[in-house]
């Protein structure tokens, strides 16, 4: 256990020193948009573009541990989207619900910890589950928002405002032009290459720092204590049951590809639906508090992982 947590604390105390600047006063209000801005539209972007433009497309195509993954997050997303809007609860408010309890923080914590803990070589799936994580289970979890707030708005436009709005994310955008270099046998020239290695160096420290700000904001209402219990339990424990299920028994994955899946599956909840949550103005009490819970305790859930399967 304590040589697990020593592989993790780099990754933890990154987020701390975020907290504790933000606390004491060292960074502003305005430093976690900012940050944020920066690693969404700078550093994750660069990263993941370095990433695509060099990969061998053998080692991205991995149907076991799209599978895998995919279906982790579907089924807990699916199971509390049901249960929270059968419970009264309105859709986009379950939508919401269902991306706290299914969406693993990938960028900002996914790709720094299975750095440090698996290697470069499992960049490659790190790659699969940011995009996945970005584009196709938030593209749902935004159609249903959308239908639960448009409930006279045509198939048509909802399907168009999906549209758009992944058609303007960095974090999708990067990766498809990246795929242009290995497609048409261009190379990148050496001044770029230096540039984008110090652009997407910054990715992960960056990211990290930038989740302690984030946890570090004050909240001004407070989250009902057992929703956000069972949402923390359903992300940071089922999720990664499903997952481990799925790459042992299911699609009997190699080794690397079984941790990558359960530690991207195991993962607190990242910030995406507080995006959203903010951007429809919904109550964003439960998802802030899911957040913040559920990436102190990853610390406990993924250490035990490491400790054991590592």
Request: charged share 10%; glycine share 8%; hydrophobic share 60%.
């Amino acid at each position: 256990m304590l040589s697990a947590l020593t592989v993790v604390f780099p990754v933890f105390a990154l987020i701390f020193v975020g907290w504790l600047v933000r606390r004491g006063g060292i960074l502003g209000a305005q430093a976690t948009t900012e940050m944020n801005r920066f690693v969404v539209y700078l550093a994750l972007p660069a990263l993941l573009f370095d990433i695509v433009a060099h990969a061998d497309w053998a080692d991205i195509w991995k149907p076991g541990f799209i599978a895998t993954f995919g279906l982790s997050c579907f089924v807990v997303f699916g199971l509390t989207l049901l249960v929270r809007w059968r419970g009264s609860h309105h859709l986009a408010d379950a939508a919401i619900d269902g991306l706290n309890a299914g969406y693993a923080n990938t960028g900002f914590m996914g790709i720094p910890l299975v750095l440090l803990v698996l290697g470069q070589e499992a960049m490659p799936s790190a790659m699969i589950v940011t995009i996945f994580t970005a584009c196709i289970l938030f593209a749902v979890a935004i159609i249903a928002i959308e239908i639960g707030l448009q409930a006279e708005g045509s198939p048509l436009q909802i399907v168009w405002k999906v549209v758009r709005s992944l058609s303007r994310n960095p974090l999708i955008i990067a990766p498809v032009l990246g795929s242009v270099i290995p497609l048409s046998g261009l190379t990148i020239p050496a001044p770029g290459e230096t540039f984008l290695k110090l652009l997407a160096g910054t990715a992960a420290p960056c990211a990290l720092v930038t989740l302690g700000l984030f946890l570090a904001e004050k909240r001004d209402s407070a989250a009902d204590p057992k929703t956000t219990t069972l949402l923390v339990i359903l992300k940071l424990i089922v999720q990664p049951l499903i997952a481990w299920v799925l790459a042992v028994h299911v699609f009997h994955l190699p080794p690397l590809l079984v941790h990558s899946a359960v530690l991207f599956a195991a993962l607190p909840t990242g910030t995406g639906p507080f995006m959203l949550a903010e951007l429809y103005r919904r109550d964003a009490a439960i998802t802030s508090t899911t957040i913040l819970v559920s990436t102190i305790f990853s610390v406990l859930t993924i250490t035990a992982y490491l400790a054991v399967a590592l």
